[in-house]
T-cell receptor, first 114, second 113 residues
């Protein structure tokens, strides 16, 4: 997938540490979305960003979670003071935001909390 | 509150036959629907979409049908191939383009050679 790039693919953290997940959108895409998938569940929307702006963060937990999409560089999803319940697959998607262009997904970051 | 539902967690189909995956939604504001296919340890891959102004969209072996009055859509794959074995997610959005997607819980399709 030469499109949406996520890193790292796997991330292990101990309770109380910080997790940083990175996402580079497809070339030409300026809209980035983060989703979380718990085991045996569908993807749940977290946040939608455009360059330097958070457009919709209605799916983000109120505490410990933050996201940014700076003018230069990848989008970052940051989880502070991680807890066991944060263990999940985190997927990033991007789109051109035009008409009926679909969102394209990266391969995700699997976050495991010890 | 699960606004997009896929009530069949799994489906097995013989190679060459038709696979029909179903999806129901509750939010009447949804007007853009997508199907994604997902292999283990990979991200969802976009398959096909349909907007609410249509009732059918076809792309090769894949056809999506939309029944707005019943708030129901389905994905038909014909003929089914072993490589189609994956988890299929239905997703919906209140408008086309830049907006978040609401996903169903997925249906695991197994195509038996």
């Amino acid at each position: 997938n030469a499109g949406v790039m996520q890193n790292p693919r796997h991330l292990v953290r101990r309770r109380g540490q910080e997790a940083r997940l990175r996402c580079s959108p497809m070339k030409g895409h300026s809209h980035v979305y983060w989703y979380r998938q718990l085991p045996e569940e569908g993807l749940k929307f977290m946040v939608y960003l455009q360059k330097e702006n958070i457009i919709d963060e209605s799916g983000m937990p109120k505490e410990r979670f933050s996201a940014e999409f700076p003018k230069e560089g990848p989008s970052i999803l940051r989880i502070q003071q991680v807890v066991r319940g944060d263990s999940a697959a985190y997927f990033c998607a991007s789109s051109a935001g035009l008409g009926d262009q679909p969102q394209h997904f990266g391969d995700g970051t699997r976050l495991s909390i010890l | 509150d699960q606004q997009v539902k896929q009530n069949s967690p799994s489906l097995s189909v013989q190679e060459g036959r038709i696979s029909i995956l179903n999806c129901d939604y509750t939010n009447s504001m949804f007007d853009y629907f997508l199907w994604y296919k997902k292999y283990p340890a990979e991200g969802p891959t976009f398959l096909i979409s349909i907007s609410s102004i249509k009732d059918k969209n076809e792309d090769g072996r894949f056809t999506v049908f939309l029944n707005k009055s019943a708030k129901h859509l389905s994905l038909h794959i014909v003929p089914s191939q072993p490589g189609d074995s994956a988890v299929y997610f239905c997703a919906a959005s209140p408008e086309t383009g830049a907006n978040n997607l609401f996903f169903g819980t997925g249906t695991r399709l197994t195509v038996i050679p």
